[in-house]
């Protein structure tokens, strides 16, 4: 059996940690789509949660530290997301 895995969106992670709606999410996709075309460069969706007052910036991070993909060791299969040295964010 082969089995499917994806990375889950910044917005649907925010939901599932109850720091915004289903609306809220939806109202700044209509505003990063409405950015898209007036700026050479879309804002990225947490950057318009900020805006609209919808999120904090320490849930921000806790959105995009839980977004961050654990290493996997090919010798052990240990999973680490942290380096063992410094214990920076691998990314």
Known sequence: MIEKTFN???GV???EKG???KEELFEAMMVQIESDL????PKLI???LHDLHYMTAQQIDKVLESLSKPYECPSC???IRDC???GATLR
């Not at 007036?38 to 460069?41: A, H, L, P, R, V």
């Open 8 to 10: 889950k969106r910044f």
């Open 46 to 48: 947490g950057s318009i």
């Open 13 to 15: 992670v925010a939901i």
């Open 19 to 21: 720091f915004i709606t």
């Open 77 to 79: 299969r240990v999973m």
């Open 38 to 41: 007036d700026e050479n460069e």
């Open 84 to 86: 063992p040295n410094c």
